[in-house]
C-alpha cells in the first residue's frame, strides 16, 4: 500500500501539537468512531482530561495510546512522532545521542524510542519469506580490534545474511546474528526466512551444506577474485551494512547489533520509496502490539 511522502515541513504542520498527533492516532485506529475493545460497542464518550474514551455500555475507559508502541509512555506523542520523522528520513540512520539533542530528551530516553522502533521494524520485515534464487553468506561485524581478522577473529559477532536475486538488481534481504554459524543456527534462519524449495547459492562453507534439506541448494568453492561472480548482491549488502554500522554507530556489536540488522534490511527493502518510511513507520507504530521496557 503506497504511503504518503513526508517532509520537514510537512510533518512539522501536521504533527506540531499533541493535540495533532492524538487526532491522528484517534484518526488511524477508529477511522469510522470509536469501538470498545471490550464488548465491540461503537459508541463511547471522549474524556479528553485523560485521553481516553469510556464506552457507553460497558464503561471500560480506552487509552488513545493503548495497544500501541506509545502504550505507557510518559514521553509527549511530539517526541515520538518526531523521533519517527528524524529515524525514517535520514537513509543513514540516527544515534540516540543525536537524537536525545534533537528532541531534548536525555540518552536513555532517546536510546528506548529507537529501540523499539528498531525492534518493530524486525517484527515487520518477518512477516516476509524470501524467494526466487538467494545467494547466502556469514560476515564477522563488530567494532576495531588489533589481532586476527577474518574467521574466529575476536570481539566480532557473525551474521548469517541472504538476499534475493534479481538478475541486474537486489531483491529482498535479512541478516541475523547468531552466536555462530553452524548447521542449527543456519537452518532456523533458513526456515525463517526463506520459502522451501528455492534456488540458493552459497560459497560451500560446511555449515551451509544443511540448506541442502530445504532447498534447491548450489555451493561452489570460489576463489575471492571470482567470488563477486557467484554471489555478487550478498557481498554487497554485507559491504553496505558495515558502512551504514561505521558511519552512524562508528561499530557495533553484542546485544544490540540485531535491532541495527532490522533496521537496516528495512531500510534496504524500501529503498525505493524512501520519502514514505517516516509515514510507514508511523503507521507500524499505531499498529504493533506494546513493547516493554528493558
Keep these: 500500500m503506497k504511503m504518503p511522502e513526508a517532509s520537514f515541513f510537512e510533518w512539522q504542520r501536521q504533527f506540531g501539537t499533541e493535540a495533532d498527533c492524538l487526532n491522528h492516532l484517534k484518526q488511524m485506529r477508529w477511522p469510522n468512531g470509536f469501538v470498545c475493545p471490550r464488548c465491540g460497542c461503537d459508541h ?110 575476536e570481539g566480532k559477532t557473525p551474521v548469517i545474511v541472504a538476499v534475493e536475486s534479481k538478475g541486474k538488481r537486489a531483491g529482498f534481504i535479512a541478516m541475523q546474528a547468531v552466536d555462530s554459524v553452524c548447521h542449527d543456527t543456519v537452518n532456523k534462519f533458513v526456515a525463517k526466512h526463506l520459502n522451501e524449495q528455492q534456488e540458493v547459492h552459497t560459497d560451500a562453507l560446511p555449515a551451509l551444506n544443511i540448506i541442502d534439506n530445504t532447498q534447491q541448494h548450489e555451493a561452489k568453492v570460489t576463489p575471492s577474485e571470482l567470488v563477486d561472480e557467484w554471489l555478487p548482491w550478498v557481498h554487497i549488502a554485507i559491504g553496505n551494512l558495515k558502512t551504514f554500522l561505521l558511519g ?19 531500510r534496504f527493502n524500501r529503498r525505493k520509496m524512501e520519502r514514505e518510511i517516516p509515514n510507514r513507520l508511523l503507521n507500524l507504530a499505531i499498529i504493533h502490539a506494546p513493547i516493554h521496557s528493558y
Design 248 to 266: 552512524t554507530f562508528h561499530g557495533m556489536s553484542g546485544q544490540y547489533l540485531q535491532e541495527y540488522l532490522d533496521e537496516f534490511c528495512y
Design 44 to 153: 463511547g464518550y471522549d474524556v479528553t482530561t485523560r485521553n481516553t474514551y469510556e464506552c457507553s455500555q460497558c464503561h471500560k475507559q480506552t487509552s488513545i495510546t493503548a495497544d500501541t508502541l506509545f502504550h505507557g509512555s510518559r514521553i509527549p506523542l511530539t517526541k515520538w512522532f518526531w523521533a519517527i520523522y528524524f529515524l525514517g528520513s535520514d537513509k543513514g540512520s540516527i544515534s540516540a545521542l543525536r537524537l536525545s539533542k534533537l528532541i531534548e530528551v536525555n540518552w536513555r530516553t532517546a536510546r528506548l524510542i529507537l529501540s523499539k522502533l528498531r525492534t518493530a521494524m524486525g517484527h515487520r520485515d518477518s512477516l516476509y519469506r524470501l524467494s526466487g534464487v538467494i545467494e547466502i553468506d556469514d560476515a564477522l561485524v563488530g567494532g576495531r580490534r588489533k589481532g586476527k581478522r577474518g574467521r574466529g577473529a
